[in-house]
């Protein structure tokens, strides 16, 4: 196991060192012991274009969580893998907003700006994911009957799904089906953190609202009176309406291809959709026809702070909107125009990253006039659309293709990381607490792996046990091993025939 993770931490090393830059995400949780876990994954983008996320290794923090702490495991992991250039390589790093990370002075990524190459220039981007999130949790706290309408979701899903919820199922399963109602199970109640899951579990309970009440009519727990009332159904339908922009949006912004351009439109396409809702009745409203002026003002106060919140807490994407140049869909429409349009910007670019880029200015400038020309020709639509047509010709794009890939490895959420906390609680459970970090790692290297059973070749891994498994023969001693090992057998044979025949004599 440990030979076959080296050599899936062998191939990776290979293809970053081929790389020209690199972007990193990294977040922490604890494990199934409350051990502190840093996740790191590391992006790169080929020599031919490609874009690829991958799992670099975990750092064991313990008791010592502080940004110092966590700095120097990130040293020493890319020390361990053989990644002794990650100095100069290094230009984004994308996080959540914790202070341990993101703190002025003394967080994790002042840092490592400190000790990277490009200095304050290395990009740090709060991930959009996690953003995302907060902005809704912030939007909720404006609003104070939010508080009351979680609370009120949290104990019904409670009264489902804990002590005696077997029970209480029962019951809501033959309303539904004495009324013709499509019953769906309800999922966990802690599953309402991220938009998505919480979406679809308001989604259930307004699908079984009727049947539920019908249940809470006869129920004497005052503490879900409320779920029967008329503001409590709609707001729900309010929610409904908000809870599926944003999941939509979550969702996007988890993509692992997702580029500044499509996240600045992910973003207006969310503003534009809460405004609209701001002024029309959404298709949930419609649907159940239910009003409620103390819901409909909370449904107005909520949108507004959302759309407050989008504006102020993605502030972070500014620092890299000069990347758009590369965007296709922002350049002008006209002809003319594409002659001057991005020059002083990728000028900037190239001054701003000049301790790790040795271009001349000359050359870029020429070869981004003759990429703005090809791609307005070929009708080119995104960054990818650009790759491709320097892949055709690469010779004639060899500096301005630094710049375009230095633009795609900007990594613009860590949903990988928190993907990667579930294959971790997967590989170490309840029933194996006690696995080493070595060994540990190397499963999250094997687990994480892009390579299957038809794509992984294991000779290199046998190889490599071969030569490091010290209580294995080596190769040409076969014939004087197996004769020595079958004269030992024979001599312990003969050693316990005569032990067996002393024992009897002597009873």
Known sequence: MQTIAQTISGELRLKLKSAEF????????????KTEQEIVYIVSVSSNGEFTSDFLGLIELGADRTAQAITDGLVKLFQ???????KKKLVAVCTDGAAVNVGVYNGVVPKLRRLAAVGDSLVNILCTAHTLENCAKSADRNVPYCETFNRSVVKLLQFY??????????????????????????????????????????????????????????????????????????????????????????????????????????????????TLLLDAEGHYRRTHTVSNDDADRDKTNVLRGLIEEFEIRY???????????FDPSTWPQEMQGIHSFGNTTVCNILQKYEATLQLDRDTILREWMRLKQAGKRLAATSVYD????????????????????????????????????????????????????ARLSALMHIHLSKKTTETFDPK???????????????????????????????????????????DSEEE
């Open 22 to 33: 690199w972007g990193l995400l990294f977040d922490g949780s604890e494990d199934i012991t």
């Open 80 to 86: 361990e893998a053989g990644l002794d250039d990650w």
């Open 161 to 274: 799904l804990q002590k005696g919820g077997a029970k209480h199922t029962a019951v809501l399963k033959r309303l539904c089906h004495e009324n013709g109602i499509p019953f769906v199970k309800l999922g966990k109640f802690h599953n309402i953190r991220w938009s998505a899951w919480r979406h679809e579990t308001l989604l259930k309970i307004s699908r079984l609202l009727p049947a539920i009440k019908m249940q809470l009519a006869t129920s004497d727990n005052n503490d879900l009176k409320h779920i029967c009332s008329e503001r409590f159904h709609c707001f729900l339908a309010n929610m409904l309406d908000i809870g599926n922009i944003l999941k939509i949006t979550s969702i996007r912004f988890q993509k692992e291809k997702l580029t500044i351009g499509e996240c600045k439109d992910e973003l207006m396409v969310a503003i534009g959709q809460f």
């Open 315 to 325: 502030d972070s994407l500014k620092s890299s909107d000069h990347f758009l140049v």
């Open 386 to 437: 650009l790759l491709q047509i320097i892949n055709c010709n690469p010779d004639a794009y060899s500096s301005i293709n630094t710049l375009v890939k230095l633009s795609l490895t900007l990594p613009l959420s860590s949903a990988a990381c928190e993907r990667g906390f579930s294959h971790l609680n997967i590989i170490k459970t309840k029933y194996r607490s006690r696995l080493s970090h």
């Open 460 to 502: 290199p891994a046998v190889d490599l046990w071969m030569e490091t498994a010290s209580r294995r023969f080596k190769q040409g001693q076969g014939g004087a091993s197996a004769a020595s090992s079958s004269t030992m057998q024979e001599v312990e044979i003969e050693d316990s025939e005569e032990d067996t025949e002393e």
